[in-house]
């Protein structure tokens, strides 16, 4: 049953590092090729306040939103009455929840910089990774949220 266990833990941190690389690779590729001109930008270059607004609007918003809707659903998993194995699906439930809105914000913005060419965006978005990245799944925090032994 540890066995099981374990591989659901290294289920969820690959997934997380597998969402984690594809967000960092296209905004990294987006960001060199804005930087060195090599992409032709769409005219909303001349409104680039708009866009910041609301790239940070929607970030602020998938951020707390992505918390809430998972605190929600641990307190449930925490709360009930379940086996060990159900926890563990549910938590892994939970997470793919919280970074889907997160990884939502996080393309929205890498894709108003494609349209705008701001470099603005590329710092919200650059948070956003960072926030995303405070959500690694570790062994021990798995553990800690779900109160369980392994």
């Known amino acids: 049953m540890k066995e099981s266990r374990f591989s659901y833990i290294k289920s ?29 930008l769409f005219p909303w270059r001349n409104s680039p306040g708009i866009l910041v607004i609301l790239g940070l609007s929607i970030s602020i918003i998938s951020r707390f939103a ?3 809707l998972y605190k929600q659903k641990l307190h449930e ?13 549910d938590y892994m439930t939970a997470n793919i929840q919280r970074w889907a809105i997160m990884e939502f914000a996080i393309l929205f913005c890498i894709i108003l910089v494609y349209l705008s060419g701001n470099m603005l965006l590329m710092v919200v978005t650059a948070a956003m990774i960072f926030l995303f990245l405070l959500s690694w799944p570790r062994s021990a925090k798995i553990i800690a949220d779900l109160d369980i032994e392994i």
């Open 77 to 89: 998993i925490v709360e009930g009455e379940r086996p060990i194995k159900k926890k563990l699906e």
């Open 12 to 40: 969820i941190t690959t997934l997380f590092y597998i969402l984690l690389g594809g967000q960092v690779l296209l905004a990294c590729t987006l960001f060199a090729l804005v930087y060195f001109g090599q992409l032709e």
């Open 66 to 68: 992505a918390n809430y």
